[in-house]
């Protein structure tokens, strides 16, 4: 129940008119599963702290590594927003790199997932950690 409206919520905020809907974009480019994974390639300490050769394609994987965790940023946002059930603090105080090795894990277990899918799990998950 939580997870439906939290989506539903994301997507009447997306879609509110159809003109505006084709130029908005909801999800980072990577976000199937096969192409999450991808951005494992680069080494983060736990706090989160990226070193990277300075190539193009690790200054890529660099800028969706952020990205997606800019988007996770959001949705849990509105997770704490939307959902009393987690007191405004559904993340309780994990770092993003936590987030990221969550969701890499799900990815691995779920090949045909999505970053949606991930989110949705790993907010449940923190949610069902509170009760």
């Not at 989160?48 to 949705?75: A, M």
């Not at 603090?89 to 890499?104: D, E, S, V």
Request: aromatic residues 12%; positive net charge.
């Amino acid at each position: 129940m939580i997870v439906r409206t939290v989506v539903s919520i994301v997507i009447l905020l997306g879609c509110g008119t159809q003109a505006f809907a084709q130029k908005m974009v909801l999800f980072p480019d990577r976000y199937t599963c096969s192409n999450l994974l991808q951005l494992e390639g680069l080494e983060v300490d736990p706090q989160g702290k990226i070193t990277f050769l300075y190539t193009p394609e690790s200054v890529q994987l660099l800028t969706d590594y952020k990205t997606t965790i800019g988007w996770l940023q959001g949705y849990f946002t509105a997770w704490n927003e939307l959902v009393r059930a987690t007191h405004g603090n559904l993340t309780k105080g994990t770092r993003t790199a936590q987030w990221m090795t969550w969701i890499f894990n799900y990815c691995r277990a779920h090949p045909s997932g999505n970053l949606l899918n991930a989110a949705n799990e790993f907010g449940t998950t923190l949610l069902g950690k509170s009760n």
